[in-house]
């Protein structure tokens, strides 16, 4: 069984940094695309990034694109969001999830297996 943790929220200002990690277990983590979505209070799952099987190609949504980086580490079977110029409405559980199909995807029912969540809360 596919195992996804999350790890590295916590609580920082506007402006800051943050890098969550996803790490996976119990699969074949190089062949997964694997993703980040996240999760507002009161809001529906989001979707925030997306990165293939080898890391070749990434995708973002507007809303975080060229403040988050994905990136992806086979040898460690880990997943990361490097998260810079951080704003309060980026405040969400972030979830990682696995696409065992390989490929980035950009939709919810995309992904086969998730993680639990980390909280990220960002202060004005």
């Known amino acids: 069984q596919v195992q996804l943790v999350e790890s590295g929220g916590g609580l920082v200002q506007a402006g800051d940094s943050l890098r969550l990690s996803c790490a996976v277990s119990g699969g074949t983590f190089s062949t997964y695309g694997m993703g980040w979505f996240r999760q507002a209070p009161g809001k529906e799952r989001e979707f925030v990034a997306t990165?293939?099987?080898?890391?070749?190609?990434?995708y973002y949504s507007d809303s975080v694109k060229g403040r988050f980086t994905i990136s992806r580490d086979n040898a460690k079977n880990t997943v990361y969001v490097q998260m810079n110029s951080l704003k309060p409405e980026d405040t969400a559980v972030y979830y990682c999830?696995?696409?065992?199909?390989?490929?980035?995807?950009?939709?919810?029912?995309?992904?086969?297996?998730w993680g639990r969540g980390t909280q990220v809360t960002v202060s004005s």
């Open positions: 990165i293939n099987w080898s890391g070749g190609s990434t």
């Open positions: 999830a696995a696409n065992f199909g390989s490929q980035r995807a950009t939709t919810f029912r995309a992904y086969d297996a």
